[in-house]
């Protein structure tokens, strides 16, 4: 599974600080000292590089054009906020963003570097994707991963939630450590509630493909190829509440047995791996289904085993 951290860091603090640094290169006033010493750096390269007028009117309004847009997005935060003024995560923006400025208007990042900003803000993006991709009002979906599975989705929703308490108890203190664990309630109250009910479009499609591959049996003139009785399987398995709850217990212990320093990541993350495929499987002792369904919910494990190497 490939990140596209750039894309996921927008709305960011880092990605705030890089634009106000290209505005400032832009708007810096040309002095008669400053034009001197470029002069001499130019005739040291060898090279005499004159911008146009055009040129600089372009690049002029292609900086008012990012002002513009900035403007634009705050005004749509200031709205959401009025709209949602309990629930930071019913705002307009990423689950990562809602966290990361959060944490700034804090003065979190006031003394860090810009590679400490990163280095902080890539964690956040990792233990945010899941969510990102489901569960914000502005969703982050990449063309080369696909939709969360309904059980890898409530993984996604524990380990990550259960990340951000160790992320504050690792880099957060003081009282914005009181603000950020509440912060946290916060982001697995809302979450909850949107993973309500929830199925990719690919558990929906398998669904409807095994009623219909049902349905025609009798009139069908060749077999099943293996793949659509894999689809037919995938389709037909239905998940217990009970067997829902008894696994998000035990995510939870692995969860726990990690922050606490009881357990190792890849140990940790194998038998979490091994619940998730015993839910989305319904329970099932069908290898072929076992593999299919371990497969499907990989990433979501793999994001996790990344975030916590991290984090203990």
């Given at each position: 599974?490939?990140?596209?951290?750039?894309?996921?860091?927008?709305?960011?603090?880092?990605?705030?600080?890089?634009?106000?640094?290209?505005?400032?290169?832009?708007?810096?006033?040309?002095?008669?000292e400053s034009l001197k010493?470029?002069?001499?750096?130019?005739?040291?390269?060898?090279?005499?590089?004159?911008?146009?007028?055009?040129?600089?009117?372009?690049?002029?309004?292609?900086?008012?054009?990012?002002?513009?847009?900035?403007?634009?997005?705050?005004?749509?935060?200031?709205?959401?906020?009025?709209?949602?003024?309990?629930?930071?995560?019913?705002?307009?923006?990423?689950?990562?963003?809602?966290?990361?400025n959060a944490l700034a208007?804090?003065?979190?990042?006031?003394?860090?570097?810009?590679?400490?900003?990163?280095?902080?803000?890539?964690?956040?993006?990792?233990?945010?994707?899941?969510?990102?991709?489901?569960?914000?009002?502005?969703?982050?979906?990449?063309?080369?991963?696909?939709?969360?599975?309904?059980?890898?989705?409530?993984?996604?929703l524990e380990s990550s939630?259960?990340?951000?308490?160790?992320?504050?108890?690792?880099?957060?203190?003081?009282?914005?450590?009181?603000?950020?664990?509440?912060?946290?309630?916060?982001?697995?109250?809302?979450?909850?509630?949107?993973?309500?009910?929830?199925?990719?479009?690919?558990?929906?499609?398998?669904?409807?493909?095994?009623?219909?591959?049902?349905?025609?049996?009798?009139?069908?003139?060749?077999?099943?190829?293996?793949?659509?009785?894999?689809?037919?399987?995938?389709?037909?398995?239905?998940?217990?509440?009970?067997?829902?709850?008894?696994?998000?217990?035990?995510?939870?212990?692995?969860?726990?047995?990690?922050?606490?320093?009881?357990?190792?990541?890849?140990?940790?993350?194998?038998?979490?791996?091994?619940?998730?495929?015993?839910?989305?499987?319904?329970?099932?002792?069908?290898?072929?289904?076992?593999?299919?369904?371990?497969?499907?919910?990989?990433?979501?494990?793999?994001?996790?085993?990344?975030?916590?190497?991290?984090?203990?």
């Amino acid at each position: 599974m490939r990140i596209d951290y750039e894309t996921e860091r927008a709305g960011g603090v880092y990605s705030e600080r890089m634009l106000r640094k290209s505005q400032s290169i832009w708007q810096m006033p040309s002095t008669p000292e400053s034009l001197k010493k470029e002069e001499t750096e130019a005739r040291l390269r060898g090279v005499d590089v004159t911008i146009s007028p055009e040129s600089m009117e372009y690049m002029e309004k292609v900086n008012e054009r990012k002002e513009a847009a900035q403007k634009e997005r705050e005004r749509l935060q200031k709205e959401w906020e009025m709209q949602n003024p309990q629930n930071p995560f019913g705002r307009m923006g990423t689950q990562f963003s809602i966290i990361s400025n959060a944490l700034a208007e804090h003065g979190f990042y006031d003394n860090m570097s810009d590679d400490e900003v990163l280095e902080i803000e890539n964690l956040l993006v990792n233990i945010t994707h899941g969510m990102n991709s489901v569960c914000g009002t502005v969703k982050v979906i990449s063309p080369d991963s696909e939709q969360l599975t309904s059980q890898a989705a409530k993984f996604e929703l524990e380990s990550s939630t259960a990340a951000l308490r160790q992320f504050s108890q690792k880099y957060v203190s003081g009282e914005m450590q009181d603000f950020f664990n509440n912060l946290v309630d916060q982001y697995y109250e809302h979450n909850s509630k949107v993973l309500e009910g929830y199925q990719s479009s690919r558990e929906t499609s398998n669904e409807l493909l095994a009623a219909i591959y049902e349905k025609t049996a009798s009139n069908r003139r060749a077999p099943l190829s293996e793949n659509e009785k894999m689809i037919q399987m995938a389709g037909k398995v239905k998940v217990d509440e009970e067997d829902e709850k008894e696994a998000i217990k035990e995510w939870r212990k692995c969860l726990k047995a990690l922050a606490d320093g009881k357990g190792e990541v890849g140990e940790m993350m194998g038998r979490m791996s091994d619940i998730l495929k015993m839910l989305a499987s319904g329970n099932s002792e069908n290898k072929q289904l076992l593999n299919y369904v371990e497969q499907w919910n990989s990433p979501a494990i793999e994001n996790a085993r990344k975030y916590w190497s991290v984090l203990v």
